[in-house]
C-alpha cells in the first residue's frame, strides 16, 4: 500500500520569502509519479507540478520547484519569492505503477499562510 | 478560470431525496473522476471512468450512483443520503494514459439534513 505524509499541518511565510513544503513517501513500486496541488478557499485543487519517479532532474514550472530525493523518498515542494496570493492549502499526491487509470492517493495537506 | 465545470456549487438535501451532481469538461479527456474531500482532510478517490466506463469502485455505497453519459459528462445520483455524506464532492478529469495531470472542478458542498 502507498502512504503519503505531509508532516506539517500549517505554515506561515513572509511575504517576498521562499518556503518549503515537506513530503514523504512509502511505496515498493520502482515506477511512480508524484503531484502537488494547491487548493484554494473557493475549493478547487489546482495542479502545480509533478515528479516521475525516473526523472533525473528536479522538475521546477514558475516560482515551484520539487526537491526530489529518491533514496529518502522525499518530494519536497519549494515556493520561491512568496506572494499573497500562494495562501493556501497544499496537497502532495502519488500514484503508483499499479493504479489504474491516474488514480492519486494524497497526503494529509499542508496550510500555507503569507503574511504581507 | 476552471476547465472542469461542477453544479450545482452548493446543494442542501434531505435524507429522503434524490439529486444529482453534474461535472462537464471540453478537452477531450476521456477519464473522469469523482472524489470525495470532507472538510480539513485530502479528496478520497470515489470513482473512475475510462473511455465512458466505470473501471474504479472504491467501495463506495450505492446511495452514490455514477454515470458517464459521453466523454465529456460526468453525473453523480445521490439518493437516500446520510449527514455524514456531507462533504466537497470534486469532479477531475484527466487522459487515460500514465501520470497525466488531473484537472478538477470547483467542487458541489454539499450539506444533508
Known amino acids: 500500500a502507498q502512504k503519503i505524509t505531509q508532516t506539517q499541518p500549517g505554515m506561515f511565510v513572509q511575504e517576498k520569502e521562499a518556503v518549503t513544503l515537506d513530503c514523504t513517501y512509502d511505496?515498493?513500486?520502482?515506477?511512480?509519479?508524484l503531484f502537488w496541488y494547491k487548493q484554494p478557499s473557493s475549493g478547487e485543487m489546482i495542479f502545480l507540478i509533478y515528479?516521475?519517479?525516473?526523472?533525473?532532474q528536479n522538475a521546477t514550472e514558475g516560482r515551484y520547484s520539487l526537491n526530489f530525493q529518491k533514496a529518502r523518498k522525499s518530494a519536497n515542494l519549494v515556493i520561491s519569492a512568496s506572494q499573497l496570493g500562494d495562501s493556501a492549502m497544499y496537497f502532495c499526491?502519488?500514484?503508483?505503477?499499479?493504479?489504474?487509470?491516474?488514480?492519486?492517493?494524497f497526503g494529509g495537506g499542508t496550510r500555507l499562510m503569507v503574511k504581507p | 478560470d476552471t476547465e472542469v465545470t461542477q453544479t450545482p456549487k452548493h446543494l442542501v438535501m434531505g435524507m429522503t431525496n434524490k439529486k444529482s451532481l453534474k461535472c462537464e469538461q471540453h478537452?477531450?479527456?476521456?477519464?473522469m473522476y469523482w472524489y470525495k474531500q470532507k472538510a480539513k482532510k485530502p479528496p478520497e478517490l470515489m470513482f473512475v471512468?475510462?473511455?465512458?466506463?466505470?473501471?474504479i469502485n472504491e467501495s463506495v455505497p450505492s446511495r452514490f450512483s455514477p454515470e458517464c453519459p459521453n466523454s465529456s459528462l460526468l453525473n453523480l445520483h445521490l439518493h437516500a443520503l446520510q449527514p455524514e455524506d456531507s462533504a466537497l464532492y470534486l469532479c477531475?478529469?484527466?487522459?487515460?494514459?500514465?501520470?497525466?495531470?488531473?484537472?478538477f472542478g470547483s467542487g458541489t458542498q454539499l450539506s444533508v439534513l
Open positions: 511505496t515498493s513500486d520502482q515506477s511512480y509519479g
Open positions: 477531475a478529469s484527466s487522459q487515460p494514459t500514465t501520470n497525466e495531470k488531473l484537472f
Open positions: 478537452m477531450g479527456h476521456r477519464a
Open positions: 515528479q516521475g519517479s525516473y526523472d533525473e
Open positions: 471512468y475510462s473511455y465512458e466506463k466505470l473501471s
Open positions: 499526491a502519488m500514484r503508483g505503477a499499479l493504479d489504474a487509470g491516474n488514480m492519486l492517493t
